[in-house]
């Protein structure tokens, strides 16, 4: 089976870190790009960060860039995306998800999410 | 505010057809980028409902279709039913943002 697990949310300070981790299971996860979307309580979707195949690009949304960090480790199956300076705006759900950039460039799937909840 | 602008809310009676609406403009949509939908039910995550702007995943029942035109996009359920209250996400690229993709602000529907 085709699985996104996701862990490593909590609780945090307003300033403090936090690292999250997604294991995928039942693909080849090297051939793929990966990517981590979140989504703040009552709030839409909003795509945070991509990292290609070979981890030789990645991209930020605007609002995390020099805050956070996307990486992988294909060895593990895992894609982690490190969390520092955290906001209350951070807040959210997030959610790890599968990019498939060579066939419609689309997120065909998706982790249960991890729950992010920054206090100030 | 989102790039991809979606109705907050539609609403429908069962059987009935509704639209949900996803307007972009000339960096996004309108530049030919691919627009898919994806579907979520409370306390649980997205799933891929129509990708590449009118295809349907295996499993996605046929009452589903999408379509684009210009700098919009639309996502249509006929015979709705009451299992398909859900929201509703577009999704596409923007060619002026960092990373270029981009999700609407989602559409609320309910079954009445």
């Known amino acids: 089976e085709v699985q996104l697990v996701e862990s490593g949310g909590g609780l945090v300070q307003s300033g403090g870190s936090l690292r999250l981790s997604c294991a995928a299971s039942?693909?080849?996860?090297?051939?793929?790009?990966m990517s981590w979307v979140r989504q703040a309580p009552g709030k839409g979707l909003e795509w945070v960060a991509c990292?290609?195949?070979?981890?030789?690009?990645?991209f930020y949304v605007d609002s995390v860039k020099g805050r956070f960090t996307i990486s992988r480790d294909d060895a593990k199956n895992s894609v982690y995306l490190q969390m520092n300076s955290l906001r209350a705006e951070d807040t959210a759900v997030y959610y790890c998800a599968r990019r498939r950039s060579s066939w419609y460039d689309v997120f065909d799937i998706w982790g249960q999410g991890t729950m992010v909840t920054v206090s100030s | 505010q989102s790039v991809l602008t979606q109705p907050p809310s539609v609403s429908g009676a069962p059987g009935q057809r509704v639209t949900i609406s996803c307007t972009g403009d000339s960096s996004s949509i309108g530049t030919g980028y691919d627009v898919h939908w994806y579907q979520q039910f409370p306390g649980t995550a997205p799933k891929l409902l129509i990708y590449g702007n009118t295809n349907r995943p295996s499993g996605v029942p046929d009452r589903f279709s999408g379509s684009k035109s210009g700098t919009s996009a639309s996502l249509a359920i006929t015979g709705l039913q009451a299992e398909d209250e859900a929201d509703y996400y577009c999704q596409s690229f923007d060619s002026s943002l960092s990373g270029h993709v981009v999700f609407g602000g989602g559409t609320k529907l309910t079954v009445l």
């Open positions: 039942g693909f080849t996860f090297s051939r793929y790009w």
């Open positions: 990292i290609k195949q070979d981890g030789s690009e990645k």
